[in-house]
């Protein structure tokens, strides 16, 4: 089958279409560009192809609440504060950041995030979403929805089931992008300005939160361009129930009392506790703490699991088991009770089997305030870039919040220089290039389908860039990436026009699982979600740097970046209170 060629031509082109890409489209186009917004799906849909993590509806605009000082968490309407000031609200929500990004948070953009969060709070809630203090309220969609409103009040050009796979460079500058579309019709984007907001890497692991549209293609662009991409070993993991991935609000089911039981039906956790160290404290560690994170003693039930898993005692589903009969288990968290009664699942009667699923990544292309790139005329936003509160952990609730702000400002600014810089005829040869990598699928004629060598690849890194990482380990996922880029994919079977997309996402795929394995093998150290079962410690002396990646001549480099050695100077307010990933110890 060949593929045809259509071009288009905007200012600003806009990569992805869930919140922070619709924000920027908005704002690009308010600016005065002319904007195009290119959606791997159907805009504004839900749970599918096109709707990202925003369309998965269960975000809590936790940002615009600020922080809980007695959970951490950022949930509570400033409004039940008393005598705090809101600027010392801010303030505390700043430095928690800091304090969880552990020295890998830009301390720039988690300023611009917490003061921007106000405004755009009153904005969102003018254009309709309402934000109170409700724990339970899901924001995802409504802000969804009131952006699609927005956006139909433009002349926004929405271009729905297009997968961008590669950006066009030309004289140093991001001029545009190509891609594929459904129907495996491969299209020229000539732009001013690409901003790309394509969600981040979740989808290299199997076992994630994300509709199968977010696999790491903007960050394998932003490489492929150019661009600077950092902290790219670092993470979240949750804790889902099997068999259906759906929902992390069964990470609030650890609770004191709970047991571990692998496939056998053997407890396993206190077998893997240090001296001194209890399951019972694991547990209450662990109860209002989402991710796993090595800041405190609730990595050990994560790590417990993963060892079970990889040693070949797991349930029945690839999990373990989470045996919460015990009659002396409360299931205190109304996210836990709602979760379970709507499934009508009683946690009292039998055991759940769970695993850790991937969250989301912190790392992407490095932006400055404006959400600027360093490659001239790309931006990124959102989930995709390295952005605002992300740094070796991150605070809950802030993600919504961080699209809003970053959205807003990388649309405004790509308009600016989009129309400040004229765009000049594009030599043929920079789209020929561009539309290379597309091309070469022409000549695939094996009988290997994408998808299932997508799906070998995403086997690979669940079990070695998961919770527990190691040197041998991201060997071992090299030596994978190196096979199928050297072996399977020349016997691709290119049958069917899904299956143009799904090799690009499989090639992308590569390059994201090469820079990720290649950062958390030269991180000797554990921090955050990082962990190292070969280097189990935090080392600050050597490693309060971010890990830098960009592409050269010969391939990946990689460098450090001292973002915020300093950090804990600026934590001034939260002395002798540690947070570890959200939740105060
Ligand atoms: C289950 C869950 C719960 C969460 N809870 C919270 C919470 O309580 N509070 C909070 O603040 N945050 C939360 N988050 C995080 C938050 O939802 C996300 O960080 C945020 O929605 C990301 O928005 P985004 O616009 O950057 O990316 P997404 O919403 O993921 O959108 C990505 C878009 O890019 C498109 N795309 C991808 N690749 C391409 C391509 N190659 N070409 C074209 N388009 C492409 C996709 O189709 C999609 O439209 C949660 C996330 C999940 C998954």
């Known amino acids: 089958m060949a593929a045809s060629l259509n071009t288009v031509e905007t200012d600003v082109l806009v990569v992805g279409g869930g919140g922070a890409g619709t924000r920027a489209a908005l704002e690009s186009a308010r600016a005065g560009a002319k904007t195009v917004l290119a959606v791997k799906g159907r805009f504004n849909s839900v749970g599918v192809h096109g709707a990202g993590a925003t369309g998965v509806g269960l975000s809590e605009a936790g940002a615009f609440f600020y922080f809980d000082p007695k ?3 950022p949930l509570i ?8 000031s809101l ?14 990004g552990q020295g890998m948070a830009d301390p720039k953009l988690a300023r611009v995030m917490v003061q921007e969060a106000v405004p755009q709070r009153q904005q969102i809630e003018e254009w309709g979403v309402q934000i109170h203090g409700d724990r339970l309220r899901h924001h995802g969609l409504p802000l969804m929805a009131a952006l699609g409103r927005q956006i139909q009040q433009t002349d926004v050009d929405v271009r729905e089931e297009v997968a961008i796979t590669d950006l066009l460079t030309h004289d140093g500058k991001c001029v545009g992008a190509v891609g594929v579309d459904f129907q495996g019709n491969a299209i020229v984007f000539k732009a001013g300005a690409v901003v790309l907001c394509t969600g981040g890497d979740a989808g290299l692991y199997r076992h ?10 903007g960050h394998a662009m932003a490489y492929q361009a150019g661009a600077t991409l950092m902290n790219m070993e670092f993470g979240q993991f949750f804790i889902s129930p099997l068999p259906a991935v759906t929902h992390p609000s069964a990470v609030w089911l650890f609770q004191p009392g709970a047991r571990l039981k692998n496939g056998q039906g053997d407890e396993f956790l206190p077998g893997y506790l240090p001296s001194g160290i209890t399951s019972e404290q694991v547990f209450a560690a662990r109860t209002y703490q989402p991710m796993f994170t090595t800041a405190n003693v609730s990595k050990y039930a994560d790590i417990a699991m993963m060892k079970e898993t990889l040693a070949g005692r797991a349930g029945p589903n690839g999990g373990v088991l989470l045996d919460l009969t015990d009659p002396s288990v409360v299931t205190r968290s109304i996210y836990a009770e709602g979760w379970l009664a709507k499934r009508g699942i009683d946690a009292a009667e039998r055991p759940l089997e769970i695993v850790p699923a991937r969250h989301c990544s912190h790392g992407g292309p490095r932006i400055d305030e404006h959400g600027r790139t360093d490659v001239p005329g ?10 605002g509160p992300q740094g070796a952990d991150r605070m809950g609730g802030h993600m919504l919040g961080s699209g809003q702000v970053f959205g807003t400002r990388a649309g405004r600014d790509a308009a600016r220089f989009a129309t400040e810089n004229a765009r000049d005829d594009l030599p043929a040869d920079v789209v020929e290039q561009g539309l290379e990598r597309i091309r070469s699928l022409e000549a695939l004629r094996g009988q290997v389908r ?6 070998e690849l995403r086997r690979q890194v669940s079990e070695d860039l998961n919770v527990i990482r190691s040197e041998a380990a991201c060997d071992r996922v090299l030596q994978t990436v190196a096979r199928i880029r050297d072996e399977t994919f020349p016997r691709l079977a290119i049958q069917e026009p899904m299956d143009r997309m799904e090799a690009m996402e499989l090639l992308n795929m590569l390059t994201v699982t090469e820079m990720v394995s290649k950062t958390v093998a030269m991180r000797t150290e554990s921090r955050g979600g990082h962990y190292r079962e070969d280097y189990p410690e935090q080392d600050d002396a050597q490693w309060l740097k971010s890990i830098t990646i960009r592409k050269e001549r010969d391939g990946m480099e990689l460098g450090t970046l001292a973002l915020d050695p300093e950090w804990k100077d600026r934590t001034d307010l939260l002395k002798g209170v540690s947070f570890a990933g959200g939740r105060q110890e």
């Not at 600027?87 to 969880?100: G, R, S």
């Not at 994630?208 to 293609?217: E, L």
């Not at 994408?450 to 799906?455: F, N, Q, S």
């Open 71 to 73: 959970t951490g968490y």
């Open 77 to 84: 309407d400033p409004d039940e504060w008393g005598p705090i």
């Open 87 to 100: 600027e010392e609200i801010l303030e505390l929500d700043y430095q928690v950041i800091i304090q969880v």
């Open 208 to 217: 994630n939160f994300h509709p199968p549209d977010v696999n790491g293609d």
């Open 378 to 387: 790309l931006y990124a936003g959102g989930g995709e870039s390295a952005s």
């Open 450 to 455: 994408p998808r299932d060598v997508k799906r």
